[in-house]
């Protein structure tokens, strides 16, 4: 059965596994392509590459002690020393949403509402490129600055309480953030944890702390 099966594919006969056939061979022509040009720039330690990256955050407790979670887009540039050090900055586009119960008064209590928040982070990180052919790990840490853009809380759908012109949040913070980035040919695999280090309300103790997943792609230059 197997060798009738391989010479099926091995066939010019069937239009179907000439088609499969031709796929396999360019995504494997590009695949050593990329492994390739990948090891070379990790050998080397170009000065400069991008990083584009997608994926989800979870936070452990958000603002208002509820669980939270959201997406992650996020745009990097790193520059790699001679010695394999790295500095890592560029900007996160952050959206978060968390669920948590209202006091709405003695008559209606404990409904549930929908805090959402949206923001843009800037990371500056220092890390160290610890390279192979092909790939490298990159663990790093830095400090984070945070633009809050949007904070609101709504219940059954109708806006309740506006962060900003009701609490006085702060739309600048200040954080700390550490984390690991795992490159495999032209594409990698992050992981961070980002630490608030001011508080999001004032006089009142309302920092995050969040973890980030993300897959993302290098821009090699």
């Known amino acids: 059965m197997f060798y009738k099966l391989l010479s099926m594919f091995l066939s010019n006969?069937?239009?179907?596994?000439?088609?499969?056939?031709?796929?396999i061979f360019v995504?494997?022509?590009?695949?050593f392509f990329s492994l390739d040009v990948f090891g070379n720039h990790f050998d080397d330690f170009g000065p400069f590459f991008g990083r584009v990256a997608v994926g989800g955050m979870r936070s452990a407790a958000g603002y208002l002690n509820a669980p939270a979670g959201g997406v992650?887009?996020?745009?990097?540039?790193?520059f790699v020393s001679d010695s394999h050090m790295e500095i890592q900055s560029g900007l996160e586009l952050n959206y978060m949403a968390s669920h948590a119960e209202r006091y709405m008064g003695p008559l209606v209590q404990n409904v549930?509402?929908?805090d959402r928040f949206l923001s843009v982070s800037m990371p500056l990180n220092l890390g160290?490129?610890?390279g192979c052919v092909g790939?490298?790990?990159?663990?790093y840490a830095g400090v984070d600055v945070r633009l809050n853009m949007v904070g609101k809380s709504r219940v059954d759908g109708f806006e309740c309480v506006d962060y900003f012109d009701d609490l006085n949040a702060k739309r600048f913070q200040l954080g700390l953030n550490a984390g690991v980035d795992v490159?495999?040919?032209?594409?990698?695999?992050g992981y961070r944890f980002t630490k608030d280090m001011t508080d999001f309300i004032p006089e009142r103790y309302s920092r995050n702390s969040c973890h980030k997943f993300v897959l993302g792609f290098n821009i090699l230059y």
């Open 72 to 78: 992650t887009v996020s745009a990097m540039g790193v």
């Open 13 to 23: 006969n069937n239009i179907f596994l000439k088609s499969v056939r031709k796929k």
């Open 128 to 130: 160290y490129c610890i």
């Open 27 to 31: 995504g494997a022509v590009l695949f």
């Open 183 to 189: 490159n495999f040919v032209i594409f990698y695999l």
């Open 135 to 139: 790939g490298s790990i990159d663990p």
């Open 112 to 114: 549930d509402g929908v």
